[in-house]
């Protein structure tokens, strides 16, 4: 069975930094991709960033981009996030995704149950 | 950018009937397509792929259509536990990947 465990997730001020992690069991992690996806409160999904199974190619929204940096771990199953530089607009539980791929596109297959950053003074 | 845009934003049926939930595509994605179920205080569970696919698990009263631009969820004789928000995603264009603004499904 495919389990995603997210951590790491704590009130931080404007400005401040976080790195959010996701243990990942029950697959064999390096051989697939995984993104990140933030929900803000009451608000909807917005992918955040993503990263192919060797760790080699990186992506980012724009709203995030130079902020924060996605990574991994292989050898110990597990995905990061470090978000730095802050605002209080990327409040939000983020969610780490393996992804699923159909002819080379990539959609997302399995969701971990998330973590709250929440950014504030 | 892809925009996907999702209709309604709540659609109020009776457990037993069926629902029919829209999703557009500001360019064309193939079926690049996926639909997410998610409920109060829960992550997203992905129940269809390539516009028409079910998940693993999904069961059979969750159907997907369409192609290009225009997409159909349909979840035929709702059940208790498929009181949710729906939100479709397109994987065509990416980065990024985007999303619906989903629609929440209602008990009437």
């Known amino acids: 069975e495919v389990q995603l465990l997210e951590s790491g997730g704590d009130l931080v001020q404007p400005g401040g930094s976080l790195r959010v992690s996701c243990t990942a069991s029950?697959?064999?992690?390096?051989?697939?991709?995984m993104s990140w996806v933030r929900q803000a409160p009451g608000k909807g999904l917005e992918w955040v960033s993503g990263?192919?199974?060797?760790?080699?190619?990186?992506n980012y929204a724009d709203s995030v981009k130079g902020r924060f940096t996605i990574s991994r771990d292989n050898s110990k199953n597990t995905l990061f996030l470090q978000l730095n530089s802050l605002r209080v607009e990327d409040t939000a539980v983020y969610y780490c995704?393996?992804?699923?791929?159909?002819?080379?596109?990539?959609?997302?297959?399995?969701w971990g149950q998330g973590t709250l950053v929440t950014v504030s003074s | 950018e892809t925009v996907m845009t999702q209709s309604p934003a709540t659609l109020s049926v009776s457990p037993g009937d069926r629902a029919t939930l829209s999703c557009r595509a500001s360019?064309?994605?193939?079926?690049?397509l996926a639909w997410y179920q998610q409920k109060p205080g829960r992550a997203p569970r992905l129940l269809i792929y390539?516009?028409?696919t079910r998940a693993t698990g999904i069961p059979a009263r969750f159907s997907g259509s369409g192609s290009g631009t225009e997409f159909t969820l349909t979840i035929g004789s709702l059940q208790s536990e498929d009181f949710a928000v729906y939100y479709c995603?397109?994987?065509?264009?990416?980065?990024?990947?985007?999303f619906g603004g989903g629609t929440k499904v209602e008990i009437k």
């Open positions: 995704a393996r992804q699923g791929c159909s002819n080379g596109l990539c959609y997302l297959s399995s």
């Open positions: 390539d516009a028409s």
């Open positions: 990263i192919s199974g060797s760790g080699g190619t990186t």
């Open positions: 360019q064309r994605i193939g079926s690049s």
């Open positions: 995603q397109q994987y065509h264009d990416w980065p990024p990947v985007t």
């Open positions: 029950g697959f064999t992690f390096r051989t697939y991709a």
